[in-house]
């Protein structure tokens, strides 16, 4: 089955403490996204990656670091989360040349 | 840059009635649009996308999307509305960095509710 898959699916943890959400796709895509959901302000995108090594910035990257070292997986790392980070994040990909974009189904932040 | 306005947070309607979530857009250039569907605790469902072509689109359990150029809009419809299509739309555009990647952006989401 097609599909983004995402870790841990619910996040508890404090400030400071470092953590990793991974985020994996099995449809061979090269352009992967993490995106946050905060209500009334919808998605935005934090990091993105177009493919093997190749990422940049998205609209709110500031506090998060991404890496691209295989296709298939795209980490989000908070190197040390803070309280304003607690969110809803989601991760997507999708193929170069096709339109539509797959999500995972979310991880759910909570730092003290 | 590209923009997303969905203004209503929540829009109400009865099982049967037809039900409209608007959306508007601002892209250079011909925009990708598309709509997702948020269930609770679930993660964004693709609904249907225009890329060219029929203004109509339609896409997954009975929904239609009317691309308007002119009023730059892609209100989402559904001509009888289920109890269980209450949850969270997205409307989203996607426009061109300089880069080349297609950035998608996203409006602010609108709740439907629609009651028995």
């Known amino acids: 089955e097609a599909q983004v898959t995402q870790n841990p699916r619910y996040l508890i943890t404090v400030t400071g403490k470092k953590l990793t959400v991974t985020c994996s796709q099995n449809?061979?895509?090269?352009?992967m996204s993490w995106y946050r959901q905060d209500p009334g302000l919808g998605l935005r995108q934090i990091y993105y990656s177009m493919n093997v090594e190749v990422t940049d910035k998205g609209d709110v990257p500031e506090g998060y670091k991404v890496s691209r070292k295989e296709k298939r997986n795209f980490p989000l790392i908070l190197e040390s989360p803070s309280p304003n980070q607690t969110s809803l994040y989601f991760c997507a990909s999708r193929g170069a040349w096709r339109e539509t974009q797959y999500f995972g189904p979310g991880t759910r932040l909570l730092v003290l | 840059a590209q923009s997303v306005a969905q203004p209503e947070d929540q829009v109400n309607v009865a099982e049967g009635n037809p039900l409209t979530v608007k959306c508007t857009y601002s892209v250079s250039g011909n925009p990708y649009l598309f709509w997702y569907v948020q269930y609770p605790n679930r993660g964004l469902q693709f609904l249907l996308k225009?890329?060219?072509?029929?203004?109509l689109v339609k896409g997954s359990y009975g929904f239609e999307a009317e691309f308007n150029k002119s009023q730059t809009s892609f209100h989402l419809k559904k001509p009888s509305a289920l109890v269980s299509d209450s949850a969270l739309y997205f409307c989203a555009v996607r426009g061109f960095e300089n880069t080349g990647f297609q950035k998608l952006v996203f409006g602010t989401g609108t709740r439907l509710l629609v009651s028995p």
């Open positions: 225009y890329i060219t072509g029929d203004n």
């Open positions: 449809m061979n895509h090269e352009y």
